[in-house]
């Protein structure tokens, strides 16, 4: 059975990125928003409709194949039996017509973006034939993908692409700067009338207090929003730098290297020789040390990896420690005004990821310290997601070698959630919701952290955060329904 999940996605373009527990701009901001008072409901048929969630009396009696819940803005995906897609608001109109295209939809800023997708072989012309030497044919044919997206409640058409599958790909990774704007495709937008309006392109990144970073011929600017000059211009890439200390100058080579080359230089350097570190760029990196112990300047001259603190006078110096059983880095810090410091004089909740999401800082040691480990245990690549603040799932190995993960608190150094589960899902952060599973390959049970208790009693084969969950029959076939991850509640057909 083929669902349509509902999702948001955001990219992130840097090897090493930041996520911060206050951020003040790059939020969504929710505008004519509705409270949703009716669910997906399964049928003993097998097929869905749509009921009031306390009652569940029927709202909209027609029978969907699949059927997601509805945006805040009242819109959901249905499918039919010929696996076409439509969407239908919450009376059960038709918003767009049944068709072959996959679609999902993202709500900001009180306007529903929708994308449709549909891959297909097309025909190519002969001299773009395939041949294959070795004897098993000639490929006539390539795979695309035709994308639209767009706005649902203007009906305005913001992308229409038909383009080879391996090339470029498109996503609902809109992002609002604030109820008035919208970046999205390396494009900043203004919104009129639910349509976007385009008024700025070649943005590179956005960065904090409305601010982005415009690319121009390799050569980049930094713009507030509704100020039409630049704040910083003429930057450059660069991953050298000259840091003197008394007579000494000291050269860094490869700072923030990369395999690939970033599309967005992890140190940017001005005409007057001022270099900003990222993510930010919102402060000059010293160009002298005005205090530090031999050790600090020995560690700076191995330093590979400088990353500039949000909202602070502190830059993060990173030495990548090659004796550690598990990667990680050693780590000082540097204020604005060259003074080189081995800890934080003040807490800055601030966290840096990889380019796969894992936590490089605060490292292993910060949030459990050697310590505390009795156990012994050794440790893998620690997770923690914005919103988190000092929660952070851990994986640990055990002395028997059996691997398990837990949720650990590094205000209070103590298991929330005890590594006895194999996998632990966060489903809603604010509320304290995740899926614990026992064992490899086994069912997840609902968990309120809040309440130390679990949600029910049932177990399911797979949890989403917007309450869908699969439970295999018992003739092996799965089913697919929706559930109240707050209550356990299901919405379905006894």
Known sequence: ????????????????????????????????????????????????????????????????????????????????????????????EIIMNYSPYGIDLNVINGLTFYKKNLEYEKKMPFYKWDWNI????????????????????????????????????????????????????????????????????????????????????NSFSIYELNKKKPILNGLIGVDKMLILFNKDKIVLNDINKERFAPEVPKILLDSKNNVYPFPQYDKVFPQKIKKATTAQIDFLRKTTLIYSINNSPYFLLGIFNYDHNVWAYDWLYVDVEGNMLDALESTYNFKVLDQVGNLVWPDRKMIFPDELNTEKWKFGKINSYEGMHNLYIIPIENKEEIRTKGLWNSQTKAWEIKPEYYNISVLDIEQGVYALQEEENGLFMLYDNKSKKMVSSKKYYAVNSNGLVSVKQNDDETIYYYIDIYSGKEYKED
């Open 134 to 217: 070795m004897g098993s044919g000639i490929k006539k044919e390539q795979t695309y993908h035709k994308t639209e997206i767009g706005i649902l409640e203007s009906k305005q058409i913001l992308l229409d692409k038909d383009i080879p599958y391996l090339e470029d790909n498109f996503y609902l990774n809109f992002i609002a700067l604030d109820e008035n704007h919208i970046f999205w495709n390396e494009t900043l937008y203004q919104i009129k009338n639910k349509k976007l309006y385009k008024i700025e392109t070649n943005i590179a990144e956005l960065l904090e207090n409305k601010k982005y970073l415009k690319n121009t011929n």
């Open 1 to 92: 059975m083929k669902t349509i999940i509902l999702s948001i996605i955001f990219m992130l373009n840097s090897v090493m990125a930041c996520t911060q527990e206050k951020n003040d701009n790059l939020s969504t901001v929710n505008l004519n928003l509705k409270e949703i008072t009716i669910v997906p409901f399964l049928t003993k048929q097998n097929e869905f409709i749509y009921v009031d969630k306390i009652s569940f009396k029927p709202v909209i009696n027609q029978h969907f194949q699949t059927a997601t819940t509805f945006t805040p803005t009242g819109f959901a995906v249905v499918s039919n039996e010929k696996n076409e897609y439509a969407v239908v608001n919450e009376t059960g």
